[in-house]
């Protein structure tokens, strides 16, 4: 069983930044899918963010945005610690949530994490 652990959640001003981070238990090497989603309430998660895994450590990983973050969001991998990141810029009120990160295998397992609250206030 994987086990995904976030960080880096917590309260800042509009314009400011947070980095969040998803700790892996083991190798992040064979998930063709990573991705940070966020829930505000019982609303239906968004996903903001995802790595698609090339399969090669000579291509590069296929990245993609929500338009709600393009350009302000940064998704990126660290294989080395097993770690997902989300480099988070320019933070406005409506970004505030709590951040899920999930990873998927090519079997088609899914792993999420138990989520960090981003809060987004002067």
């Known amino acids: 069983q994987v086990q995904l652990m976030e960080s880096g959640g917590g309260l800042v001003q509009p314009g400011g930044s947070l980095n969040l981070s998803c700790a892996a238990s083991?190798?992040?090497?064979?998930?063709?899918?990573m991705g940070w989603y966020r829930q505000v309430a019982d609303n239906e998660r968004e996903l903001v963010a995802q790595?698609?895994?090339?399969?090669?450590?000579?291509?590069?990983?296929?990245?993609h945005y929500s338009d709600a973050v393009k350009g302000r969001f940064t998704i990126s991998k660290d294989s080395a610690k097993n770690t997902l990141l989300l480099q988070m810029n320019s933070l406005k009120s409506e970004d505030t949530a709590v951040y899920y990160c999930c990873m998927r295998t090519g079997a088609g397992r899914q792993y999420w994490g138990q989520g960090t609250r981003v809060t987004v206030s002067s």
């Open positions: 790595v698609i895994s090339s399969g090669t450590r000579n291509s590069p990983d296929g990245v």
């Open positions: 083991q190798s992040i090497f064979n998930f063709v899918f």
